[in-house]
């Protein structure tokens, strides 16, 4: 069953069509949040998506755009996360070192995936949803409201970077 046929029937009110959109999307919903967000913070966004989806759903007008309107919420959520993290560290003091995140050591196991959050969150954005959740650049440009040269130019930079990172730690290509 597609996707957009389990939207229109979750619009009607069936709670099996909205139970499997959900379990479809569950994972590639979360591994995008969690790829910029720490493991903490994730699971939080991960529902707060899921809350705006199901709140939003029987307004969706473009039921066959269903993943791009997902990820657009999504990645609406990691920025409004971002900005309050940004916003409490702006209060904190400067001379107080920052707490370090025990899970971040549990998490980045690998060495691409400490490399990815090494990125910035824009650089970082577009290569997850480009390489990872497998959106093409105008869904990608669609989702983070930019024009689809500049989501080139991001995934230019975000290779570059990460090609230099890799070769720092002795990777070559």
Known sequence: MTDELL????????????????????????????????????DDVTQDVWLAVVRGLPRLRETDRFKQWLFTIARRSVTDCLRAEYARAAVVSHGEPDAEDPGDAVVERTELVAALSGLPVLEREVLVLFYLEDLSVQDCAQICQVPTGTVKSRLNRARRMLREHLEEKGYRS
Not at 11 to 21: F, H, I, M, T, V
Not at 34 to 40: E, I, K, P, S
């Open 7 to 42: 939207v229109v029937r979750a619009q009607l009110g069936e709670r099996a069509a909205l139970a499997e959109l959900v379990h479809r999307w569950r994972l590639p919903v979360w591994t995008y949040v969690r790829r910029m967000l720490d493991a903490g913070r994730a």
